[in-house]
């Protein structure tokens, strides 16, 4: 889907959320690496990253084409400070309704709005898309973004003690939470 804003950040300047395009590829790979290896939060490790840029130009342009999946990067000043997304869960009957939503942003650009006006977007793509439940988990010590979430909507269902095993053999518990888009009709 494509997707274009503007926002006004806490500090005063101006972010632009957009789905990302080919030429994004190289920003989003590198902004791709370093948030993976500045928290303890996301799924993989940075080195277990080997997309080329070649192929994150055709993933972006898949995002960018499809009708069913957003990819979205928020830049300010020309840098991509952070991506975001929505992709579906399936495109069978009984699970089409259903997307997945994910974020990350650079550690140092948190606090300022970006996270905020990455998941007001999201949720409005996933509206835009007709999914009627927007999906996500996220490590329960995650305050920051279990806050950003709780306010946004999203309420708890479900937790995974053992969701994830971090490198050092510590469980790292996730909790599963879910929004609304529409009355559920
Ligand atoms: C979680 C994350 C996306 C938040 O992004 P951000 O740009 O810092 O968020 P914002 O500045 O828009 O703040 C959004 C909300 O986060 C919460 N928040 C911000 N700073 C916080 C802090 N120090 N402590 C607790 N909550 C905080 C607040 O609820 C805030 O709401 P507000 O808009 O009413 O102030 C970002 O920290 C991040 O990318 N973290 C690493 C990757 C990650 O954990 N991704 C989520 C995986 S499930």
């Given at each position: 889907?494509?997707?274009?804003?503007?926002?006004?950040?806490?500090?005063?300047?101006?972010?632009?959320?957009?789905?990302?395009?080919?030429?994004?590829?190289?920003?989003?790979?590198?902004?791709?690496?370093?948030?993976?290896?500045?928290?303890?939060?996301?799924?993989?490790?940075?080195?277990?990253?080997?997309?080329?840029?070649?192929?994150?130009?055709?993933?972006?342009?898949?995002?960018?084409?499809?009708?069913?999946?957003?990819?979205?990067?928020?830049?300010?000043?020309?840098?991509?400070?952070?991506t975001?997304?929505?992709?579906?869960?399936?495109?069978?009957?009984?699970?089409?309704?259903?997307?997945?939503f994910?974020?990350?942003?650079?550690?140092?650009?948190?606090?300022?709005?970006?996270?905020?006006?990455?998941?007001?977007?999201?949720?409005?793509?996933?509206?835009?898309?007709?999914?009627?439940?927007?999906?996500?988990?996220?490590?329960?010590?995650?305050?920051?973004?279990?806050?950003?979430?709780?306010?946004?909507?999203?309420?708890?269902?479900?937790?995974?003690?053992?969701?994830?095993?971090?490198?050092?053999?510590?469980?790292?518990e996730?909790?599963?939470?879910?929004?609304?888009?529409?009355?559920?009709?």
């Amino acid at each position: 889907m494509e997707y274009s804003q503007k926002v006004l950040l806490k500090d005063g300047r101006s972010c632009v959320v957009r789905s990302g395009t080919e030429q994004d590829a190289e920003g989003v790979l590198t902004n791709f690496i370093a948030t993976h290896a500045q928290t303890e939060f996301l799924t993989t490790y940075p080195d277990e990253t080997h997309i080329t840029i070649e192929q994150e130009k055709a993933y972006l342009k898949g995002k960018t084409d499809s009708k069913r999946d957003v990819a979205l990067i928020a830049e300010v000043d020309g840098v991509i400070t952070g991506t975001a997304g929505v992709d579906s869960m399936g495109a069978m009957d009984k699970t089409k309704h259903r997307a997945h939503f994910g974020i990350s942003i650079d550690q140092s650009w948190w606090g300022i709005g970006i996270g905020r006006a990455l998941t007001d977007a999201c949720i409005e793509c996933a509206k835009a898309m007709g999914y009627v439940q927007l999906e996500l988990e996220v490590v329960a010590d995650n305050k920051r973004a279990l806050a950003l979430y709780r306010s946004a909507g999203f309420i708890e269902y479900g937790r995974n003690p053992k969701s994830f095993r971090t490198r050092e053999g510590k469980w790292q518990e996730n909790v599963l939470m879910r929004l609304e888009l529409t009355d559920g009709n």
